[in-house]
């Protein structure tokens, strides 16, 4: 039986992973990391409340649990965040990082980063897994760094870039753009989107099995997992009131210029997605796609 250990259990992706993994057909033991309580409606698989910038904590869990995966969903995703809180923003998108490659050297564990668009950019548009990481935030810059632990670390690893996910979990601390556009609409408020940022959001769901089939198919090596268009943030938020049947009417397009964010985003981060399909076998489907399998999930 593999043993799969999740950090971050209690954030979108986490759950998501732990709820596909507890389903699947084959066998799997799943364990929990995060830090406080089990936020989950689910108490069937095995959760530890331990903080992952804690070297000591961590390695003892770790050893104690003897994981063959482990993938790591923890980070701080909030890009302006990582701009007010750079040390917070450090331990857990890169020592963090360090401290687990380092224990799964120890114990021969398989290693799963999930990394981000943002390592890029934007200038290209359409990025491949060779392309060259040009970050443009301190949040770029810290996973970009987390990617180059685990790529110098010497442990077998897979790392998966993704874009914009979204979905739904349980209890969960942040929200995310199809949710927020959704919430914000139904409650007949105005919103100003950003019309020169282009995107590839990613269904949470497809993040997960792109886990499951990495460890499935054992590979290892970087890949990247999103939708199959390249949209603008105001074609997204359009296409979220056109399956909800919201009013479009309240969306306003705005530059960047315009918003004055803390941190700088790159303009358009789309991914090649053919090494994906090949080696994974998965098909990426479209964001609008992605977000009608989404709307059945709530019904």
């Not at 799969?4 to 929990?32: C, D, H, R, W």
């Not at 979220?240 to 985003?265: C, E, M, W, Y």
Request: include cysteine; charge should be positive; glycine fraction near 6%.
């Amino acid at each position: 039986m593999k043993k799969i250990l999740i950090t971050g259990s209690n954030g979108l992706l986490g759950q998501t992973l732990v709820n596909l993994f507890m389903k699947a057909p084959e066998n799997y033991s799943v364990f929990g990391l995060s830090k406080g309580d089990n936020r989950m409606n689910r108490n069937d698989f095995v959760y530890y409340d331990v903080d992952i910038t804690d070297y000591n904590q961590l390695k003892q869990c770790v050893s104690f649990i003897q994981p063959s995966f482990i993938i790591n969903t923890a980070a701080m995703t909030n890009v302006d965040t990582c701009e007010d809180k750079p040390n917070e923003c450090n331990d857990l998108n890169i020592e963090a990082v360090k401290y687990l490659t380092q224990i799964c050297a120890k114990l021969n564990i398989h290693f799963i980063q999930i990394s981000t668009d943002f390592i890029f950019d934007g200038i290209k548009g359409i990025y491949k897994e060779t392309d060259l990481p040009n970050p443009l935030s301190l949040y770029g810059h810290s996973k970009l760094k987390a990617e180059n632990i685990v790529k110098s670390s010497g442990i077998n690893f897979s790392i998966l870039r993704t874009i914009l996910v979204y979905g739904k979990g349980v209890n969960l601390k942040r929200n995310n753009i199809v949710l927020w556009v959704k919430d914000m609409l139904e409650n007949n408020k105005e919103i100003s989107i950003v019309d020169d940022q282009h995107r590839m959001p990613t269904y949470v769901e497809d993040l997960a099995l792109v886990c499951k089939l990495s460890i499935d198919k054992n590979i290892r090596g970087i890949y990247h997992v999103s939708s199959n268009e390249l949209l603008s943030i105001f074609e997204i938020a359009n296409q979220i009131a056109t399956v909800f049947g919201l009013d479009k009417k309240l969306i306003k397009p705005i530059s960047t210029k315009t918003l004055n964010q803390k941190a700088v985003r790159p303009l358009k981060t789309g991914f090649d997605l053919s090494k994906t399909t090949r080696d994974l076998e998965f098909h990426s489907t479209s964001f609008l796609e992605g977000l009608k399998r989404f709307k059945q999930t709530l019904t």
